[in-house]
T-cell receptor, first 109, second 117 residues
Framework: ELKVEQNPLFLSMQEGKNYTIYCNYSTTSDRLYWYRQDPGKSLESLFVLLSNGAVKQEGRLMASLDTKARLSTLHITAAVHDLSATYFCAVDTGNQFYFGTGTSLTVIP | DGGITQSPKYLFRKEGQNVTLSCEQNLNHDAMYWYRQDPGQGLRLIYYSQIVNDFQKGDIAEGYSVSREKKESFPLTVTSAQKNPTAFYLC????????????????FGDGTRLSIL
C-alpha cells in the first residue's frame, strides 16, 4: 500500500521565520503536487513537480522534488500570517492520487 | 469559466435516509473522484471513475454508491448503511490527456458539508 507521510503535522511559527515541510512517499513517481486548504474551504493547487530535481517558487513558498529519495519539500521563507493554512502533498501514480496527511501551519505575529 | 460545481453546500440527513451529493464539471475531464474529509484529517478516497459508465471503489466505499452516466456528472449517494456520515465531502476531476502541466493535478469543487439531524 502506498504511503504518503508529511511532517510535521502541526507547525506554529513566528512571522519572519523560515521553515520546511517534508513529504515522503513509498512508491516510484515523478509527479507530485502541493495544495493549500484554508479552513472550511476546498483545496487549491499550488505547485506541480514533474521530474527529479524540479523546483518551483511562488512568493514565499518554494517546492522541490527528489524522486530518488522519494521526498518533496515545501520551504517557507519569512512567513507571514496569510500563509496560515493546511498544506497537502499528493503523489500521482498515473492511476490514482495519494494525499499526505496534511500540515497545519499557523503563523503568529 | 470552467470548474467543478458541488451542491448543495450544506446537507442534513435524517436517520435511515439516503442523500445524494451532486458534482458537475465542465472541464472536459475524464476522471472524477470523491473524497471524505473529517475534521483535522486528510482526504480519504471513496470512489473514483476514469471513464463514463465505469467506477472503482476507493479506500472507504462502504455505505456509499456512485454512478457515472455522463462525463460531466459524478453524483455520490450516502446511504443509510453509512452510520457516521458527518464529514466534508470533496469532489475532484482530472484529465487523462493533459495538454499542459497545469492540467495534471486534480481540480476540486468547493465541497459539501454533511451533518446528521
Amino acid at each position: 500500500e502506498l504511503k504518503v507521510e508529511q511532517n510535521p503535522l502541526f507547525l506554529s511559527m513566528q512571522e519572519g521565520k523560515n521553515y520546511t515541510i517534508y513529504c515522503n512517499y513509498s512508491t516510484t513517481s515523478d509527479r507530485l503536487y502541493w495544495y493549500r486548504q484554508d479552513p472550511g474551504k476546498s483545496l487549491e493547487s499550488l505547485f506541480v513537480l514533474l521530474s527529479n530535481g524540479a523546483v518551483k517558487q511562488e512568493g514565499r513558498l518554494m517546492a522541490s522534488l527528489d524522486t530518488k529519495a522519494r521526498l518533496s519539500t515545501l520551504h517557507i521563507t519569512a512567513a507571514v500570517h496569510d500563509l496560515s493554512a493546511t498544506y497537502f502533498c499528493a503523489v500521482d501514480t498515473g492511476n490514482q492520487f495519494y494525499f499526505g496527511t496534511g500540515t497545519s501551519l499557523t503563523v503568529i505575529p | 469559466d470552467g470548474g467543478i460545481t458541488q451542491s448543495p453546500k450544506y446537507l442534513f440527513r435524517k436517520e435511515g435516509q439516503n442523500v445524494t451529493l451532486s458534482c458537475e464539471q465542465n472541464l472536459n475531464h475524464d476522471a472524477m473522484y470523491w473524497y471524505r474529509q473529517d475534521p483535522g484529517q486528510g482526504l480519504r478516497l471513496i470512489y473514483y471513475s476514469q471513464i463514463v459508465n465505469d467506477f472503482q471503489k476507493g479506500d472507504i466505499a462502504e455505505g456509499y454508491s456512485v454512478s457515472r452516466e455522463k462525463k460531466e456528472s459524478f453524483p455520490l449517494t450516502v446511504t443509510s448503511a453509512q452510520k457516521n456520515p458527518t464529514a466534508f465531502y470533496l469532489c475532484a476531476s482530472s484529465s487523462n490527456q493533459p495538454q499542459h502541466p497545469i492540467d495534471l493535478p486534480q481540480h476540486f469543487g468547493d465541497g459539501t458539508r454533511l451533518s446528521i439531524l
